[in-house]
């Protein structure tokens, strides 16, 4: 069965430091993977995608990601973290037959940032 | 609209009461999902419609769940006969389905079941 995994449910940084928040999906065919973010009391927005092509993806807000196969993973990393960084965020894989589908959501990575 | 929009932001419904909740997706996005997240978990996959197929309702957690598209546009999420377990978040997303394109959220529906 396709599922994803944030092993780390919350993780504290300081502000300036960098980050890595861990992703690792099971999936029988190549997926698109995705990373989303959820600020308090709004919507999840799309930080970056991979599909296919360069395994490092850039996105939005200084964020970028690493699709590694052998390792079945998606980590996501900022080199230098903001208060306006703290906030939830989402790993999710899809792709199934081909297209997007229905994607499966890891269960998040609470980020607090410390002064 | 220029995002998804998801209507009521908020509602509080007695046990036992029917409720109905709307999505408006961003125009020509031919794919429409409905996930639900309850207070710290991840979304859970309700219901995706694509286009003129037939939806896939594998996540629906009961028959007291429905869903319908109306024309490829408005989504009506329906839950009959509420239950405290119902009490989440119920966010709506839209997507051009066949390109990766991703997830355009809306701001979801908090409902609480009293």
């Known amino acids: 069965a396709q599922s994803v995994t944030q092993p780390d449910i919350h993780i504290t940084v300081s502000e300036g430091a960098s980050l890595e928040l861990r992703c690792n999906y099971s999936?029988?065919?190549?997926?698109?993977l995705f990373w989303y973010v959820q600020s308090p009391g709004q919507g999840l927005q799309l930080l970056l995608k991979?599909?296919?092509?360069?395994?490092l993806v850039q996105g939005i807000k200084g964020f970028e990601a690493e699709f590694k196969r052998s390792q079945s993973s998606f980590n996501l990393r900022k080199p230098s973290v903001h208060w306006s960084d703290a906030a939830e965020y989402f790993c999710?894989?899809?792709?199934?037959?081909?297209?997007?589908?229905?994607?499966?959501f890891g269960k998040g990575t609470k980020l607090s940032v410390k002064p | 609209g220029a995002g998804v929009s998801q209507s009521p932001s908020n509602k509080v419904t007695e046990k036992g009461k029917d409720v109905e909740l709307r999505c408006d997706p961003i125009s020509g996005h031919t794919a429409l999902y409905w996930y639900r997240q309850s207070l710290g978990q991840g979304l859970e996959f309700l219901i995706y419609?694509?286009?003129?197929?037939?939806?896939?309702k594998s996540g629906l957690p009961s028959d007291r769940f429905s869903a319908e598209r109306t024309g490829g546009s408005v989504s009506t999420l329906t839950i009959q006969r509420t239950q405290q377990e119902d009490s989440a978040v119920y966010l709506c997303?839209?997507?051009?389905?066949?390109?990766?394109?991703?997830?355009?959220f809306g701001s979801g529906t908090r409902l609480t079941v009293v």
């Open positions: 991979y599909f296919s092509g360069d395994t």
């Open positions: 997303a839209s997507s051009l389905d066949m390109t990766g394109a991703g997830y355009t």
């Open positions: 419609f694509q286009g003129n197929s037939a939806p896939d």
């Open positions: 999936y029988g065919a190549t997926p698109y």
């Open positions: 999710a894989v899809g792709g199934y037959g081909g297209s997007q589908g229905n994607l499966i």
